[in-house]
């Protein structure tokens, strides 16, 4: 069975850090490249960050370029997002991706991430 369980989501002060996680399991890890989304409310999914399957290459979004960093560790099934000097415009649910090649991908649930005083 195929599960992405992401955690580490939270409520934050603007300029704070969070450290999203994503546990993979039910396929093969390292043959699929890795993204996070977000979808904020009354807001179209949007890509965040991708990561490809061994980790070489990585993406981002113009908004969060410089502030995120998205890794990934293939002996624990796992991808990160490293998410600094958080703003109120990246208040959303972040979701994690897995895409392989093949063009098959899986979802998470997503984790809520909300940047407020």
């Known amino acids: 069975q195929v599960q992405l369980v992401e955690s580490g989501g939270g409520l934050v002060q603007p300029g704070g850090s969070l450290r999203l996680s994503c546990a993979a399991s039910?396929?093969?890890?390292?043959?699929?490249?890795m993204r996070w989304y977000r979808q904020a409310p009354g807001q179209e999914r949007e890509l965040v960050a991708g990561?490809?399957?061994?980790?070489?290459?990585?993406n981002y979004a113009d908004s969060v370029k410089g502030r995120f960093t998205i890794s990934r560790d293939n002996a624990k099934n796992t991808v990160y997002l490293q998410m600094n000097s958080l703003e109120p415009e990246d208040t959303a649910v972040y979701y994690c991706n897995a895409r392989a090649p093949s063009a098959t991908q899986y979802w998470g649930q997503g984790t809520q991430v909300t940047v407020s005083s």
């Open positions: 039910g396929f093969t890890f390292s043959t699929y490249a």
């Open positions: 990561i490809s399957s061994l980790g070489w290459s990585t």
